[in-house]
């Protein structure tokens, strides 16, 4: 089993910059393929980014495409998300989540992972 920690979430600005981490424990985390959704008041979980057990691929919502940054450090056992020129439409809840694979593939869908983090409070102010 794999135990995901989210942090990094906060209050910002419209145009601000935030990272935020996913610190796992538990199993090996390079056997897993990670990936980042979010929830935002009212509204279903949607999916972020997603990267490889390796980090070699990795995909992104429209939305968020050209603004934010998925990646990993396996030495670490940490998942990040760098958010460049945040929104307020980007306002909302991320959770991390993982799926034990090492066959090099991402995954988009929410029902594709087995672990969740709690998630952490991103806000945008406008």
């Known amino acids: 089993q794999v135990q995901l920690v989210e942090s990094g979430g906060e209050l910002v600005q419209a145009g601000d910059s935030l990272t935020l981490s996913c610190a796992a424990s538990?199993?090996?985390?390079?056997?897993?393929?990670m990936g980042w959704f979010r929830q935002a008041p009212g509204k279903e979980r949607d999916f972020v980014a997603a990267?490889?057990?390796?980090?070699?691929?990795?995909a992104y919502a429209d939305s968020v495409k050209g603004r934010f940054t998925i990646s990993r450090d396996n030495t670490k056992n940490t998942l990040y998300l760098q958010m460049n020129s945040l929104k307020h439409e980007d306002t909302a809840v991320y959770y991390c989540?993982?799926?034990?694979?090492?066959?090099?593939?991402?995954?988009?869908?929410?029902?594709?992972?087995?672990?969740w983090g709690q998630g952490t409070q991103v806000t945008v102010s406008s």
């Open positions: 989540a993982a799926r034990r694979s090492r066959n090099g593939s991402y995954y988009i869908r929410g029902y594709e992972y087995d672990y």
């Open positions: 990267i490889s057990w390796r980090g070699g691929s990795t």
């Open positions: 538990g199993r090996t985390f390079s056997d897993y393929a």
